[in-house]
């Protein structure tokens, strides 16, 4: 810090220890003392936006973004009767899918109904823009606005984070985490531009990061869509595969 120029703000530092229930429960420390100033142990630290748990179960961050998002689409009804649709459209992407859509990677993994709370939001702005109502079937709504659901929104994101690894247009601390298959024997999957899969012990926290899930993801799409020689053919091919995937 001090080769930075940067100086601790004692009394609003704080620390955070992640971990599964099971492990915090085997750790007794309520501060510690850095430099003579406590610093007081918190389950819940905000770091660009983004609200980080002891359990990383991101309840709170869903919760603060679902408000925000929920709020805005409020506002928007009051007025799109004076709106046209593709106004109220570009509003709904701009006021709601920027804060349901912000560092959205870091919800893979969770559990279907904490995805589900997004994909209620998603729903009832899809129905705002089409004027369905609240008992119709959604899937054909969906369909028609050509929206990707929540889940496949997430993966979109992560893949792309690891086609701009892969291409070097990401930071170098991303590019690290996505190697490429190498071998001394010719092999099918070096030709195909895989990339290696590290091992894991625990699914829970373990199998959510990135250093795993995007290279596995990266695997399991189609090799036209990997071997896409720009950014804009890649999310092109990406976005029509995970639709068809998602409504086939």
Known sequence: ???????????????????????????????????????????????????????????????SKIKIAFHNIHNIKKISKYLTRASVERLIHGLVFSHLDYCNSLLYGLPNFQIQRCQKIQNFAARLICGTGYRDHITP????LHWLPTESRIQYKILTLVYKSVSGYAPIYLQTLCNRKTSSYSLRSCDSNELVVPRIKHKTLGG?????????????????????????????????????????
């Not at 709504?141 to 028609?144: G, M, P, S, Y």
């Open 208 to 248: 959510r990061a990135f250093a795993y899930v995007g290279p596995a993801l990266w695997n399991s799409v189609p090799r036209e869509i990997r071997e896409s020689s720009t950014l804009i053919i890649f999310k092109r091919r990406l976005k029509t595969y995970l639709f068809e995937l998602a409504f086939r």
């Open 1 to 63: 810090m001090l080769s930075h120029g940067l100086k601790m703000n004692d009394n609003k530092t704080e620390f955070i220890i992640f971990g599964t229930p099971i492990q915090l429960n085997k750790v007794e420390c309520s501060d510690v003392d850095v430099g003579g100033a406590a610093v007081e142990k918190v389950n819940i630290v905000k770091n660009l936006g983004v609200n980080f748990d002891s359990v990383m179960n991101f309840d709170k961050h869903i919760s």
């Open 141 to 144: 709504v969906l369909k028609n």
